[in-house]
Structure formats: structure tokens, C-alpha cells
């Protein structure tokens, strides 16, 4: 099995020698997610042999491409066990790739989806912030994540991943990484790829590319402890700075508005 | 070899006026899907969290793991031919799955494989559409109130549950099937598979708590074979 990285090529032979030294631990020698340390994690590692991938850049359904998994590699799944392996090379990222899809035959039967195609983004105006906090409630994102985006919303407490773990929505106030990236076409990606394996449903067949960008626009305005572009025009107008000044002082142990 | 012939006559009677109600000819497989002890007692859903739905019911409804009417009947259950019919290229018409009162409608949803399902939202708010396939692929879409419905296709058999995450309680089953002779039993768990070719056959009935049963049958001619099955329920 060989994956195609740019002008990188990987092979999973050499993959599998890194496999058993790093990998196998947590997702087992079998590649099925049932390492040694696997009973100890509370999101549970990644079962190879199911080939259901959370961050993507192909539509739901679809395994990923080899691109999508040595980002993953690279950047690591944030709030997981799942590190950033930048400290091994880039071929042995791309030969690591290589051997992961040796676990699934679906690798051999199946062709990655075709990436979502993402517009160049706009420019941001406060109008675009405005139109994606009506998205945010249109769609109900808040139901999960909470009205705030705190991760608290009515359903966020019943929610499982496919094997019937309990998962948490994300909490934009944590910080300005999300599960798949800290960029905005990133976190583009995730709201119209979906999050498979996880109850982080697709919005590709809902909403149009230039909402799309819109509601990127707000949920950068949700990470106020994190200044952005999105939260500093956002701050710059009456209302989205009453809307943060009391969001922020909650955060904090003594209400003063600190800001890190 | 006498008895034989009164036999078959009389089953070529039977088949004769059968022919002339069902129209192509073929045997009948027919009966009856019960259970026995104690079911365990559906819990009535609250729904309070969403109220555009609780609005929608005067009494909360029960879930609908194991469906029971008077008899002893189960309801909602997949009677299907596992094994002695061909595969069965699929029909041009879509199998329907509605999202109604934060329910699905129908709560199990058989169809074949490669077949158009197409999902469809009628409530007033999202609802998410996650089915938990372990054959064919996964995916999880959204889909809000008033939007079109999604139009999606299966290419390998299974039996798959489908949940909502935005609403826990909701919960259905698709059932993606080789051929076209399968049914899931109404009000009175009664079935019937009519137009079967003569031929050996194990139908097979599927309950999505209480698991699967087979009986072999054979149908020779236009007979009409009587199979029942009888599950054991489970009390919790």
C-alpha cells in the first residue's frame, strides 16, 4: 500500500516498523482501536479497521484523503490523546498513512471522496458576523453547543459517538483550536464534511458556500478569549461588545475581564 | 401414488383461484409473528426538550423498541427470503423515511439494496439523520426544518439502526435487503410473501430487540405455506 502526499510517497512497509513503535499502544496491534492504553482514554482511539475518519476534507460517508490523514498526523486531534506527531518526518508521516489504510479493505475497494470545494473566503464584514449568529440559531447549532457555544446546549449532555461512548460538543470558549484545526477554511471543513463517527452531523446538503463562510465568521466571535479578526470587529460595534463583555467576565474567577 | 394425484389436484384448484386474485403466479408464504412471556414495558418519551414535537401529542408517546398488539402479535418486524431467491435488481421507487413528531415514520424501513431512500423532514425543527452502519458507509447529515429531502442509497445488505443525536429518544431501522420477497408485519404481526417461484427457501424474521429466527420452506407450484414464528420476549 503506497500514499500520495504531494511529492511525498509513503510505504507501508517502513509504516509498519513506526506503526509498533508508536501507534500500537493506543490503537492496538490490530489497528481496531484496542491498544494496551485504549481502556484508559475516555475518547476512545480510532479504529482502522471501520475506516470512519473525523477530520476530513472529502462529504460524509466518504474516507478521507491521504492528504487528510497526514494533516491529522501532523496537527493531532485536539481535545484527544491523540498528539502531534510533527516530530517525525515528513516521509515517515506519509509511510505511516500508508500502513493505516492497510487495516481496512475499504482502502482497496473504495476511492477517497472528492474534496469539498471551498471558496476563496470573503472579506469580513459585520454584516457576515450578523448573518451567521441567524445561522447559528437557524440550523440549531446551539442545541449542542449551547446559545454561548459553551458546549452546554440541551442535547450536549445525551450525546454518544458511534460505539456508544459518551462524547462532548465542542466549547468554543476553550480556546481557539478546534478538533480539526485552528484555521478558518478548517473550521469551514468541519461543519460541511461532518464529523463521521461522532454526532457532528454534514451541513453540505443546507448550506451554501458563502453561508458557510458567514457562519465561520460568528463562531470565531464565540472564541473570545482568543483575539481574531472575527472578535475584534465584532467588539468594535455596541452590540457585539456587550455580547462579549459579559460573556468574558464569566470566565473569570474574579469577573475583572481578564483577558490571556 | 392416488392420494398423491387427489392432492395435487386439489392444490392446482387452490392455485388456480389464487392466480386469478394475485395475478402472477407463485407460491405463498404466509403466517403470523408472535411472542412469548413478558415484554418489557415501553417507556413513554419526554419530549419536553423539544417542544415544537411534545406539542404535537395530547399523551407522551412510548418508544417503539418492541411494538405488541392484542394476541400476543409483533409489530414492526422484518419477515424476509435469506437464502434461495436471486438478488433482485432495485425497484425505481424510493423507500420513504419521514422525521414526523420527532419520530420516524416508519419506525423500521425496508428497502433493497442499492435503492433510492429518501429522507424527509417535517418537523419544525434540525434534526440530524445518523445512521449506524457497520457494512456500508457511515455518514451523518443534517438536516433543518424545511429543508429538501436527502436522497441516499445503500449497496451492501444490513441491518441498520439509525439515531438522531440531536434527539436521544429517536431512534428507527433501516433494513437493506438482497431481494424483493420481504415485508414487516402491521397492527396483528400478520405476513405475507406471495409470488415465490417454487423453489427451497429459508425466511427469516427480524425483531430489533429480540434478534433473528429461520424456517426452511418449500414451495412447489402455487401452494401457500403457513410459517409462524414465535419470539421469547425479553422482560427488561
Redesign the interface.
Known amino acids: 500500500m503506497e500514499s500520495h502526499i504531494g511529492s511525498l510517497t509513503g510505504d507501508s512497509d517502513a509504516g509498519r516498523q513506526l506503526y509498533f513503535r508508536y501507534c500500537w499502544g493506543c490503537h492496538g496491534p490490530h489497528g481496531d482501536g484496542n491498544g494496551e492504553n485504549a481502556p484508559y482514554l475516555n475518547i476512545l482511539p480510532r479504529n482502522f479497521v471501520?475506516a470512519?475518519f473525523k477530520c476530513r476534507s472529502t462529504?460524509?460517508?466518504?474516507l478521507p484523503t491521504d492528504e487528510d490523514l497526514y494533516n491529522t498526523l501532523k496537527r493531532g486531534v485536539n481535545f484527544t490523546y491523540m498528539p502531534s506527531w510533527l516530530a517525525l518526518t515528513a516521509q515517515e508521516r506519509a509511510n505511516l498513512v500508508a500502513f493505516i489504510k492497510t487495516f481496512s479493505a475499504r482502502w482497496t475497494t473504495?476511492k477517497p471522496g472528492a474534496p469539498i470545494q471551498i471558496p476563496a473566503e470573503p472579506s469580513l464584514t459585520i454584516a457576515s458576523i450578523k448573518h451567521g449568529a441567524e445561522l447559528f440559531q437557524?440550523?440549531?447549532c446551539w442545541?449542542?453547543h449551547g446559545q454561548e457555544g459553551r458546549g452546554d446546549g440541551?442535547?450536549a449532555s445525551?450525546?454518544?459517538d458511534?460505539n456508544d461512548q459518551p462524547i462532548r460538543p465542542y466549547n468554543f470558549t476553550s480556546d481557539n483550536r478546534s478538533k480539526c484545526g485552528r484555521t478558518n477554511p478548517e473550521l469551514y471543513k468541519i461543519f460541511m464534511t461532518?464529523l463521521?463517527?461522532?454526532?457532528?452531523?454534514?451541513?453540505?446538503?443546507?448550506v451554501k458556500p458563502e453561508d458557510a463562510w458567514d457562519l465561520v465568521h460568528y463562531l470565531r466571535t464565540l472564541q473570545y478569549n482568543n483575539p481574531s479578526a472575527e472578535l475584534t470587529l465584532w467588539e468594535s460595534t455596541p452590540e457585539g461588545n456587550a455580547i462579549v463583555a459579559t460573556k468574558r467576565a464569566k470566565e473569570t474567577a474574579t469577573g475583572s475581564g481578564f483577558r490571556p | 401414488m392416488q392420494w398423491r394425484q387427489i392432492v395435487f389436484s386439489a392444490t392446482v384448484l387452490l392455485a388456480a383461484s389464487a392466480v386469478a386474485i394475485a395475478g402472477p403466479a407463485g407460491g405463498t408464504i404466509s403466517g403470523k409473528v408472535t411472542y412469548e412471556g413478558t415484554p418489557a414495558k415501553m417507556k413513554p418519551i419526554d419530549m419536553s426538550?423539544e417542544p415544537s414535537c411534545a406539542k404535537m401529542y395530547t399523551t407522551p408517546p412510548v418508544a417503539e423498541t418492541v411494538v405488541t398488539g392484542s394476541g400476543n402479535s409483533l409489530q414492526d418486524v422484518v419477515v424476509y427470503i435469506s437464502a434461495g431467491a436471486p438478488d433482485d435488481a432495485a425497484p425505481a421507487t424510493a423507500a420513504v423515511f419521514t422525521q414526523k413528531g420527532c419520530r420516524y415514520i416508519p419506525h423500521v424501513l425496508a428497502f433493497q439494496v442499492n435503492q433510492e431512500l429518501k429522507i424527509v423532514n417535517e418537523d419544525q425543527?434540525?434534526h440530524?439523520?445518523?445512521p449506524?452502519p457497520?457494512l456500508n458507509?457511515?455518514?451523518?447529515?443534517?438536516?433543518?426544518a424545511g429543508?429538501?429531502a436527502?436522497s441516499e442509497k445503500y449497496d451492501k445488505a444490513e441491518f441498520i439502526p439509525v439515531k438522531c443525536?440531536?434527539?436521544?429518544w429517536m431512534h428507527g431501522n433501516f433494513a437493506v435487503l438482497k431481494n424483493k420477497h420481504f415485508t414487516v408485519t402491521g397492527d396483528g404481526g400478520a405476513f405475507l410473501l406471495a409470488n415465490l417461484p417454487a423453489g427451497k427457501y429459508t425466511v427469516t424474521a427480524w425483531q430489533e430487540s429480540y434478534g433473528e429466527q429461520s424456517q426452511e420452506v418449500t414451495i412447489s407450484g402455487s401452494e401457500t405455506k403457513t410459517v409462524n414464528f414465535v419470539f421469547k420476549a425479553k422482560p427488561y
Open positions: 471501520a470512519t462529504p460524509t460517508g466518504t473504495e437557524k440550523l440549531e442545541k449542542c440541551p442535547s445525551t450525546l454518544t458511534s461532518g463521521d463517527g461522532t454526532p457532528m452531523p454534514s451541513f453540505a446538503d443546507v | 426538550k425543527t434540525s440530524n439523520i445518523h449506524l457497520k458507509r457511515e455518514w451523518n447529515k443534517s438536516q433543518p429543508t429538501p436527502i443525536n440531536v434527539h436521544p
